[in-house]
Antibody
Framework: EVQLVESGGGLVQPGGSLRLSCAAS????????MSWVRQAPGKGLEWVAN????????NYLDSVKGRFTISRDDARNSLYLQMSSLRAEDTALYYC???????????????WGQGTLVTVSS | DIQMTQSPSTLSASVGDRVTITCRAS??????LAWYQQKPGKAPKLLIY???TLESGVPSRFSGSGSGTEFTLTINSLQPDDFATYYC?????????FGQGTKVEIK
């Protein structure tokens, strides 16, 4: 069974930092692109960042570029999101999601964790 | 960035109804569109990718169509389990973007 389990969320002051983790199991983690997607309370979904299966390519939402860093450790089957200079508008439930790639195209996000809540407030 | 606009924002329907949700992209995205279902307190679930390909395990009453800038998600014979919020998402170019969601409510 595919499982994605996020951790590391919490309450942080504006300007602070936080590192999210996602532990993957039940599939060959090293063969998949992975993403972080967030959802502010009561709001819609927003893609944040993704990383290629070998870590050689990363992409970010414009509003988090320079503040967030996505990375992966295939030996530990883990995905990370280092967040710094956090703002109130970064408050959201952060999901780890799998991005299968079929040939030259993506399939969307086919597996999701249950999310970890990040609250940025003083 | 490519903006995705869904309509309607809310839809009231009865069990057995045929329901259609529209998603419009601000630029052409070929067929690089996915649809998701989300229930309260749960993670989204992939229903359709590449505009019209049904994800494995998803009931055949769900179907998707469209290309370019206009797309539709159709649910034939709405079931009690289908009352949820639905999102479209483009993955033609970064930043990947979602529609604002369509809530399907019980009439």
């Amino acid at each position: 069974e595919v499982q994605l389990v996020e951790s590391g969320g919490g309450l942080v002051q504006p300007g602070g930092s936080l590192r999210l983790s996602c532990a993957a199991s039940g599939f060959d983690f090293s063969n998949y692109w992975m993403s972080w997607v967030r959802q502010a309370p009561g709001k819609g979904l927003e893609w944040v960042a993704n990383v290629k299966k070998d870590g050689s390519e990363v992409n970010y939402l414009d509003s988090v570029k320079g503040r967030f860093t996505i990375s992966r450790d295939d030996a530990r089957n883990s995905l990370y999101l280092q967040m710094s200079s956090l703002r109130a508008e970064d408050t959201a439930l952060y999901y780890c999601a799998r991005n299968p790639r079929m040939g030259s195209f993506f399939k969307g996000f086919d597996q999701w964790g249950q999310g970890t809540l990040v609250t940025v407030s003083s | 960035d490519i903006q995705m606009t869904q309509s309607p924002s809310t839809l009231s329907a009865s069990v057995g109804d045929r329901v259609t949700i529209t998603c419009r992209a601000s630029q052409r995205i070929s067929s690089w569109l996915a649809w998701y279902q989300q229930k309260p307190g749960k993670a989204p679930k992939l229903l359709i990718y590449r505009a019209s390909t049904l994800e494995s395990g998803v009931p055949s009453r769900f179907s998707g169509s469209g290309s370019g800038t206009e797309f539709t998600l159709t649910i034939n014979s709405l079931q009690p389990d289908d009352f949820a919020t639905y999102y479209c998402q483009q993955y033609n170019s970064y930043s990947w973007t979602f529609g604002q969601g369509t809530k399907v409510e019980i009439k």
